[in-house]
C-alpha cells in the first residue's frame, strides 16, 4: 500500500496522533507541560531528534545489519539529542533549566524509536523526512494543547517568548486570582490526559458510527 | 540515616510515577493484572539497581578523567542496553525460574525513562556509589508500588460498570490522577518530622 506523500505528513497529526491515539511518549508529554513555553521547547527538540534521526536511519538501513539494529538506532538518537541539548544550553538556557532531565530522557521516547523501527527503515529517505515532521508536528500540537490547559487553569497565565517591550507572560484575569494549583501538579496532569483521552475516543467513536 | 532519608524519598515523596512521571508507559501498558505489575516492577527494580551503580563507575572512572561529561546521555543508554541485553542472558542462562517470570517484561526496560531517569538524577543530585544504589533500588520500589496499586484498582474496575468512553486508558488516568492526589500527602514536611 504506497502512501501519498501528503498522507505521510498528515497521518502524524491527527489521525495517528503519536500522544493521544499511539500513546508514546507519555513522560515528557505530562512532565515538561507546565507552562506552554516549556511544551514548545520540547516539542521542537522533539521534531529535531525524530527528524534527523529518521533521514539517517533511512540513509542507512542497508548498511546496518538486522541483528544490531536498534542498538544502533539508539546511538544515532542519543547523538541528535547530545547536539540539541547543547544547542539548548548555549542558546536558551532557562528553557534547559525548565526541561531539566527530560531532555536527555528524549532518548527513550518511544516515539522516535517507534518510527525508526515502524517506518524509517522501510522506506525512502523523503518519506521517512515527511513522517518526521508529520510526527513531530503531531507531538508538538498535542504538547501544546495540553500545556494550554493546565496553564490556564492552574496558574492563571500564558507563558510564551518574551519579545521586546511583552514580557511573554498572558494573564487571565479571573483565574489568575483564584488559580486551580491542582492541574500544574501531578495529579492534575493525569486527570486531564483521562479525560482528553475519553474526549478523542468519543471522537473516533462517533466518527466510526457514521 | 541518610540511607533511609534515600528511600522514603524515592518511594513516597518523589515517586516515579506519580510524581515524576518518569515510566508512565509501562505503567498504563502493564497494569492489567498484578501478577504481570509484580513481575515487571521487580524487572525494573533490579535493572534500577545495576544500572545506578554502573552509570556511577562509568561517569565516575570514566567520563570525568577523560573530559566527556557531555557523551553522559549516550554513554548511559548504550550502557543500560548492553546490560539490560547481558541480564537477560545471564537468567535466562541460570535461573529458568525467574526468566520465565520476568523474561517478557526485560527488553521492554531499556526503553523505561525511568532507567535512564534514576542514571542522571543521580549524577545531578551528586550521590555516591552506595547513595546511589540505594536511590536506584528505592526508585525501583516506588515504581513496583505505584504499578501493583494501579493493577489492584483496574482489577476491580473491570467489575464496574464504567462509561464507554472512558473504558480502559482514559479510567487508567484518572485513577492514576486520583492516587497521585493521595500521595501528594507524602511531602518534604513528613521527611523532617520522621527524621527530625
Known amino acids: 500500500m504506497a502512501q501519498s506523500k501528503k498522507e505521510i505528513l498528515t497521518q ?17 508529554t505530562l512532565g515538561v507541560t507546565t507552562q506552554v513555553i516549556n511544551g514548545i521547547g520540547m516539542g521542537l527538540s522533539v521534531i529535531f531528534v525524530l527528524v534527523f534521526s529518521n533521514i539517517f536511519i533511512a540513509l542507512l538501513k542497508n548498511v546496518i545489519p538486522n541483528s544490531v539494529r536498534i542498538p544502533a538506532y539508539i546511538v544515532i538518537i542519543a547523538a541528535f539529542v547530545t547536539i540539541v541539548e547543547m544547542v539548548m544550553h548555549a542558546f536558551a538556557p532557562s528553557i534547559y533549566k525548565a526541561l531539566g532531565i527530560f531532555l ?9 524509536l517507534g518510527r525508526a523501527e515502524a517506518f524509517a527503515n522501510k522506506n525512502t529517505v523523503l518519506d521517512s523526512f515527511l513522517d518526521g515532521v508529520g510526527m513531530g508536528l503531531g507531538f508538538t500540537l498535542a504538547l501544546i494543547l495540553i500545556a494550554l490547559i493546565r496553564e490556564v487553569f492552574g496558574a492563571g497565565t500564558i507563558t510564551l517568548m518574551a519579545i521586546g517591550k511583552f514580557s511573554g507572560v498572558i494573564e487571565i484575569p479571573l483565574l489568575y486570582k483564584y488559580p486551580a494549583r491542582v492541574m500544574t501538579l501531578a495529579a ?16 473516533q467513536m462517533r466518527k466510526e458510527a457514521k | 540515616m541518610a540511607y533511609l532519608a534515600i528511600f522514603i524519598t524515592y518511594i513516597f515523596i518523589n515517586n516515579f510515577i506519580l510524581t515524576q512521571f518518569l515510566g508512565l508507559c509501562p505503567f498504563i501498558g502493564v497494569s492489567k493484572n498484578s501478577e504481570s505489575a509484580i513481575g515487571m516492577g521487580m524487572a525494573v527494580t533490579f535493572v534500577m539497581g545495576l544500572a545506578s551503580i554502573i552509570t556511577y563507575l562509568v561517569y565516575t572512572f570514566v567520563l570525568i578523567p577523560l ?13 543500560i542496553a548492553a546490560l539490560v541485553q547481558f541480564v537477560e542472558l545471564i537468567i535466562q542462562k541460570n535461573s529458568p525460574a525467574l526468566y520465565q517470570a520476568l523474561g517478557i517484561y526485560l527488553p521492554l526496560i531499556t526503553t523505561n525513562c525511568a532507567v535512564l531517569g534514576i542514571a542522571i538524577l543521580n549524577i545531578n543530585e551528586g550521590y555516591n556509589l552506595m547513595q546511589s544504589f540505594s536511590a536506584g533500588i528505592a526508585g525501583g520500589l516506588g515504581f ?10 483496574r482489577e476491580r474496575m473491570d467489575l464496574h460498570p464504567v462509561p464507554r468512553v472512558f473504558k480502559g486508558v482514559p479510567i487508567a488516568f484518572i485513577s492514576g490522577g486520583l492516587m497521585a492526589l493521595a500521595f501528594m500527602a507524602f511531602d518534604k514536611a513528613l521527611l523532617m518530622n520522621l527524621l527530625g
Request: with cysteine; net charge positive; glycine share 10%.
Open chain 1, 12 to 28: 502524524g497529526l491527527f489521525r495517528e496522533n503519536p500522544v493521544f491515539i499511539i500513546m508514546l511518549g507519555l513522560c515528557p
Open chain 1, 104 to 112: 536527555p530522557l528524549i532518548v527513550v521516547n518511544c516515539i522516535i
Open chain 1, 188 to 203: 492534575g496532569a493525569l486527570l486531564l490526559m483521562g479525560y482528553l483521552k475519553a474526549f478523542f475516543g468519543y471522537l
Open chain 2, 67 to 79: 573530559n566527556l561529561g557531555y557523551l553522559q546521555t549516550l554513554s548511559f543508554i548504550l550502557v
Open chain 2, 144 to 153: 513496583t508500588l505505584a504499578l501493583v496499586l494501579m493493577s489492584n484498582i
